[in-house]
């Protein structure tokens, strides 16, 4: 449907592309209703995506990844949202977790998790969010007091995606006495068969009901002083690096689902009638697709170059906040604006656009909220 050639994929990306697409046609998308009813996505699963050898798509083959790039990673990405497939967290578990050990863990724990990561033996997950606050991490309680060769964790975390499926948690917690300007903050990794640590409630969405988000708590749970991921008091620095990446996995996702929802209102309205003829043929509603198109059309591009400029790596932390911002809320626009196009069919909950309709409100939270997304660019664009 978008007209604009998209040039930065190379034929090997649309091979890997057509594989992806097979197998997420043959294992996720039948099954997806399933999952979603069952409240998880069934931990066979992780190893089949790891045997197709889409898990770790970008990470290094000497790992066990797939010796690509974010481009491979997006290929996957788009493909998911494509189906609305909402519930397997390959996205948090290859391009946001991944790329922790990679670029900050020790040779030791890249050896032990990373090629169990790409088989898809050991999901992961970061818990950084608290009772207290989201993405202000200056308010973060959780605390890891070193005892001997250990670290001594206690605390609590909630909304953590995936945390039931994961094999180890990464945990943002204090290690200092303050945490004022990046100080006192570390990244720790956590196994979830480590004594101390419990799973509290399994929280009860509105939508996205496959995908897994957990309270944790860690009481003198006892973690090896070689799980520490970086350098101690240096996790703020670490997790403002990665976070340019985590938002445009939420873009690229956005996009692809806005896509996805306007190709499937073009195929209703040729075929919903209303005062005897298809509601294609009234003039609002040529208009109404005509605007969407036009408004997704204009994002595609603008994550496209922003994809191109993530790996060169020149994309910083304010152009990924306004491309997160612009790109999660169109897609709550275009979920809206197709819904009503289906009428009451739109508002029932087995059709794929309701679901699409409540799963986009989450992506406007994810990742940071809209608001904090405005308050990195207001504040980029006064400053002196």
């Not at 206690?154 to 943002?172: L, T």
């Not at 944790?216 to 970086?230: K, T, Y």
């Not at 040529?286 to 400029?309: G, H, M, N, P, T």
């Not at 612009?326 to 197709?338: I, M, N, P, Y």
């Amino acid at each position: 449907m978008i007209d604009i050639p998209r040039t930065i994929f190379q034929e090997e990306h649309e091979i890997f592309r057509q594989s992806v697409r097979r197998f997420i046609e043959a294992e996720i998308a039948p099954h997806h209703d399933d999952w979603e009813r069952a409240g998880e996505v069934p931990a066979e699963v992780w190893k089949k995506v790891g045997d197709a050898g889409i898990l770790c798509p970008a990470m290094s083959d000497d790992f066990g990844g797939g010796g690509g790039d974010f481009l491979h990673s997006s290929v996957v990405i788009e493909e998911l949202a494509r189906v609305g497939a909402t519930g397997p967290c390959f996205a948090l578990h290859s391009d946001v977790i991944a790329p922790y050990l990679i670029n900050f863990g020790s040779e030791q724990l890249k050896q032990k998790w990373l090629p169990k990561m790409a088989a898809g033996i050991a999901p992961g997950a970061i818990a950084m969010t608290e009772p207290g606050g989201g993405s202000d991490v200056q308010s973060i309680a959780t605390r890891a007091v070193r005892d001997g060769n250990d670290w001594v964790l206690n605390g609590q975390k909630v909304y953590i995606s995936n945390a039931r499926p994961a094999a180890f948690i990464i945990v943002a917690c204090k290690t200092g006495d303050e945490i004022s300007g990046g100080k006192g903050l570390s990244l720790i990794l956590v196994e979830t068969d480590r004594p101390g640590f419990d799973y509290g409630r399994r929280f009860e969405k509105i939508g996205s009901h496959a995908q897994d988000l957990s309270e944790l708590f860690f009481n003198e749970c006892r973690i090896p002083a070689e799980n520490l991921i970086g350098n101690e008091g240096e996790g703020f620095f670490h997790l403002m690096k990665m976070l340019p990446q985590e938002r445009l996995v939420q873009a690229v996702r956005a996009v692809s689902s806005c896509e996805a929802m306007l190709e499937w209102t073009i195929e209703f309205v040729k075929t919903r009638k209303a005062f005897g003829r298809p509601i294609a043929g009234f003039q609002n509603t040529s208009f109404r697709l005509a605007e969407l198109y036009s408004d997704i059309l204009a994002q595609r591009v603008l994550v496209d170059r922003c994809l191109e400029l993530h790996i060169a790596g020149n994309m910083g932390t304010t152009l990924a906040a306004a491309l997160k911002m612009t790109t999660t809320e169109l897609q709550g626009r275009v979920a809206d604006a197709c819904l009503q196009m289906f009428g009451a069919a739109g508002y029932m909950k087995e059709t794929p656009i309701a679901r699409a309709f409540i799963d986009a409100r989450q992506t406007r939270i994810a990742g940071g909220t809209v608001e904090i997304m405005k308050h990195i660019v207001g504040r980029a664009l006064l400053k002196d």
